[in-house]
């Protein structure tokens, strides 16, 4: 595991870019997926002529070679929050899209917000959608954004998970107004206007249907915070 995290902070330290803000799940055929924040003009292993502004402040993944050291393919998903201008200068606040995931057929799952990423927007480089989305990116590292979009009262994703059978899981933090889904497996409560509150949200492999979302350990409001 010690020569294996420094295959990927060698990768990662070879461009300045910020490690401290990457999630790394390790695989079982020598390579390693890392996903983060573009924090380059020249970022290692990206195509920057087919991204627009070369995929600055947007949402990657990386599938590095752990012998090389070098990534096998870069894909940018989205942006990791809705506000263009957060994008490009890092200041989420509780409006960030983290974590990754990686199935057992090697796709790796993360969440996003919908941006365009192959030419300019009117307002700024990029079109970013209000909605957040989990995208799969396959073992070739071709993307594809699944279909249900996320609640817009999440805040904050901070990890996804995958169980044996594809379903998707995701957790960070909610505001107010989060429909939530009867006889979910955690108690579930409204939240106050104006504060956030952990949840967790369940969706099937297909990324079509919310199985179930809720609040997690709520009592009336207790464990929200304002």
Same mark, same amino acid.
């Given at each position: 595991?010690?020569?294996?995290?420094?295959?990927? =902070?060698?990768?990662?330290?070879?461009?300045? !870019?910020? !490690?401290?803000?990457?999630?790394? =799940?390790?695989?079982?055929?020598?390579?390693?997926?890392?996903?983060?924040?573009?924090?380059?003009?020249?970022?290692?292993?990206?195509?920057?002529?087919?991204?627009?502004?070369?995929?600055?402040?947007?949402?990657?993944?990386?599938?590095?070679?752990?012998?090389?050291?070098?990534?096998?393919?870069?894909?940018?998903?989205?942006?990791?929050?809705?506000?263009?201008?957060?994008?490009?200068?890092?200041?989420?606040?509780?409006?960030?899209?983290?974590?990754?995931?990686?199935?057992?057929?090697?796709?790796?799952?993360?969440?996003?917000?919908?941006?365009?990423?192959?030419?300019?927007?009117?307002?700024?480089?990029?079109?970013?959608?209000?909605?957040?989305?989990?995208?799969?990116?396959?073992?070739?590292?071709? =993307?594809?954004?699944?279909?249900?979009?996320?609640?817009?009262?999440?805040?904050?994703?901070?990890?996804?998970? !995958?169980?044996?059978?594809?379903?998707?899981?995701?957790?960070?933090?909610?505001?107010?107004?989060?429909?939530?889904?009867?006889?979910?497996?955690?108690?579930?409560?409204?939240?106050?206007?104006?504060?956030?509150?952990?949840? =967790?949200?369940?969706?099937?492999?297909?990324?079509?249907? !919310?199985?179930?979302?809720?609040?997690?350990?709520?009592?009336?409001?207790?464990?929200?915070?304002?």
């Amino acid at each position: 595991a010690p020569a294996q995290s420094s295959a990927v =902070v060698r990768y990662l330290e070879s461009d300045a !870019i910020d !490690i401290g803000g990457a999630d790394l =799940v390790f695989g079982t055929a020598g390579y390693a997926h890392v996903a983060g924040i573009v924090d380059s003009y020249a970022f290692p292993g990206l195509d920057s002529g087919l991204v627009t502004n070369a995929g600055y402040g947007m949402r990657y993944v990386a599938k590095v070679d752990l012998t090389t050291r070098k990534p096998a393919w870069v894909a940018v998903v989205g942006a990791p929050s809705k506000d263009a201008n957060r994008t490009v200068t890092q200041s989420f606040g509780e409006d960030e899209a983290r974590g990754l995931a990686v199935s057992g057929n090697g796709d790796a799952l993360l969440v996003a917000h919908d941006a365009n990423t192959t030419y300019p927007q009117p307002g700024g480089p990029y079109g970013v959608a209000s909605a957040k989305h989990v995208f799969r990116v396959n073992p070739s590292g071709q =993307v594809s954004r699944l279909p249900a979009a996320l609640d817009p009262a999440i805040r904050r994703v901070g990890a996804i998970a !995958i169980d044996p059978t594809g379903n998707i899981y995701l957790t960070g933090s909610a505001g107010s107004g989060l429909l939530t889904t009867v006889n979910a497996p955690f108690p579930s409560s409204s939240v106050a206007a104006g504060c956030i509150a952990p949840f =967790v949200l369940k969706l099937d492999p297909s990324g079509k249907s !919310i199985l179930y979302s809720t609040y997690v350990g709520l009592a009336g409001t207790q464990g929200e915070r304002c």
